[in-house]
């Protein structure tokens, strides 16, 4: 197992931080003043991310996320691993490289899933980001963890299917640019439990669908993407919108969430790199107690932890990348549960002793850590929480020793 960067990932690598130090860290406050000047009709595009999206596609830093060289880099997962960690130092940078959820899982449901016309209509104008999508499978009745319970219903009328349900935490749906969601529901209730689901492509200004409100996380509203309750009602779409027939739900499901928890955890790293790079600096500017912060022994150790544990987390990081693109996602859901319980988890102990470090700053938004706090909190209930990832570890593990017994 070699952990040493291609060389071709090593040249879009200093690419992307030569990106990201030229444009996205001095356009971090324009960023915010711009979203600030929309007063209370927040949910609007901002020039800048436009401005900067196209001077990465000027630069060829565009889709580097997409496996396949047809429709973007065609990198491997190991290959994306650090340019996405580059990204996710700051929340929105991602976006600007056409690499920002759930617009890349969505698009490589349409690669993989997806049928020419589907692929013309959708997944051509999201490759070339001048529009944007929603994933529609988490629903308020049920618990959605378990996506067996998902009720959603899709039924077939004629050459038509009818959607009724209500979903929520539509992650992008408040986006002005969203124009289809993926949404997941039930077909067949009488099937086998795990061919019970479908997904479906709709439309996000069908008539029957209604955004009924924005779900803000910890007082944030992440407009203009925004998590939305969306109701779906007599809903109607051409039957060929469904994705690769019905009952497949759970197969597409696994082939979009493994990429997608995995470039989570990549992003997840490069936020707590940046939250230990603001925590030393701060700690070595201020002064308590007669001498710097950093000076006391405390900081030595919540500094030398933080790199212990962002180390750990890369490398089990790279290590589940590696797997995907030698053995496949199946044979890597493994390590993939272990990094998408461990990131977060490292993460949010990284960044809360980062809002320490800036004292009362930290809490504010004078500071990007309390926004990354409340964006990579969610990350332990999205794709799967905690516990259901556990229950995989857990479950592959028993079976291991089953198998020695």
Known sequence: MNFEYSARCKDYLARVRAFMDEHVYPNEKTYHDQLAGFGTNRWQVLPIIEELKAKAKAQ????????????????????????????GRVAWASEVFNCSAPDTGNMEVLSRYGTKEHQEKWLKPLLAGDIRSAFLMTEPAVASSDATNIECSIKRDG?????????????????PRCAVYIVMGKTDPDAELHQQQSMILVP????????????????????????????????????????LGEGRGFEIAQG?????????????????????????????????FGKPVIKHSIWEHRIARARIDIETSRLLTLKAAWMMDTVGNKAARGEIAMIKV????????????????????????????????AGIRTLRIADGPDEVHERTIARLEMKRWLNEA
């Open 60 to 87: 060829g830093l565009w889709n580097l996320f997409h496996p396949d060289d047809k429709h973007g880099a065609g990198l491997s997962n190991a290959d994306y691993a650090p340019l996405a960690e580059e990204m």
């Open 256 to 288: 979009r969430l493994g990429p997608g928890r995995i470039h989570h955890c990549m992003r997840t790293i490069g936020a707590a790199e940046r939250a230990l790079e603001l925590m030393v600096k701060r700690a070595m500017s201020r002064t308590a």
């Open 159 to 175: 050459d038509e299917y009818v959607i009724n349900g209500r979903k929520w935490w539509s992650s992008g749906a408040g986006d």
């Open 342 to 373: 461990a990131a977060p988890i490292m993460a949010l102990k990284v960044i809360d002793d980062a809002i320490q470090a800036h004292g009362g700053g930290g809490v504010s938004d004078d500071f990007p850590l309390a926004s990354s706090y």
């Open 204 to 243: 996000a200004d069908a008539k029957g669908v209604t955004v009924l409100r924005h779900l803000p996380v910890f007082g944030y509203d992440d407009a203009p993407h925004g998590h939305m309750e969306v109701e779906l009602k007599d809903v109607r779409v051409p039957a060929s919108n469904i994705l």
